[in-house]
């Protein structure tokens, strides 16, 4: 069904002209409406768990004691950005600049040991945040050297996997 509107308007010389509008059919319309509608839901980012949050713990203990820097960088975005502090200094890294140190530490170490445990997950859509501590362990020149890390972290959906995103992290070594 086609609506036609007949409009008179004044010209610039004052003599009354018509014009036609023509609309597009109601159901083209209805149509463009409910397609659009359809392709915002399927838009829609992957949802988060609680437990995926607790897998990425999981896969990231065994990448990391055994120093397998490719799963770490599956575990960690390309857009991640780790704020580290200890002692008033704080160091932002990306994530090519937070594997090229798991991999420079990694070279000068022995007994590499590598734990994780994450807390006080609240999940909103495709993003987790938690309470992260990790523990790390190794022997460097003969001495037993310990590093602590507690951050709030931002993890994401990507991969089928959580994804590090963001991590607020306080450093301390023993």
């Known amino acids: 069904m086609n ?17 036609r509008v023509k609309m597009l059919p109601v159901s083209l319309m209805a149509g463009g409406l409910i397609a659009s509608v359809m392709t915002m839901q399927t838009a829609s980012a992957a949802t988060l768990s609680e437990s995926a949050v607790q897998q990425y ?11 397998n820097i490719s799963q770490v960088s599956n575990l960690v975005s390309d857009d991640a950005l780790i704020s580290m502090s200890r002692k008033g200094k704080t160091t932002s890294l ?17 007994n590499y040991r590598y734990d994780i445990s994450i807390n006080n997950i609240v999940v909103s859509g495709d ?4 309470d992260v501590r990790t523990v790390e362990t190794w022997r460097e020149n003969g001495k037993n050297t310990t590093l602590t890390t507690n951050s709030r ?13 963001r991590a607020v992290s306080q450093v301390s070594i023993d």
């Open 57 to 67: 713990a999981s896969r990231m203990q065994q990448a990391a004691n055994s120093k």
């Open 94 to 110: 990306d994530k090519s600049a937070y594997l090229k140190l798991l991999q420079d530490s990694w070279a000068k170490t022995d």
């Open 3 to 19: 609506i036609n509107i007949k409009q008179s308007t004044p010209s610039p010389t004052g003599f009354k002209a018509r014009r």
């Open 153 to 165: 972290a931002t993890l994401t959906a990507g991969n089928g996997n959580a994804l590090l995103l």
């Open 127 to 130: 993003q987790a945040k938690a």
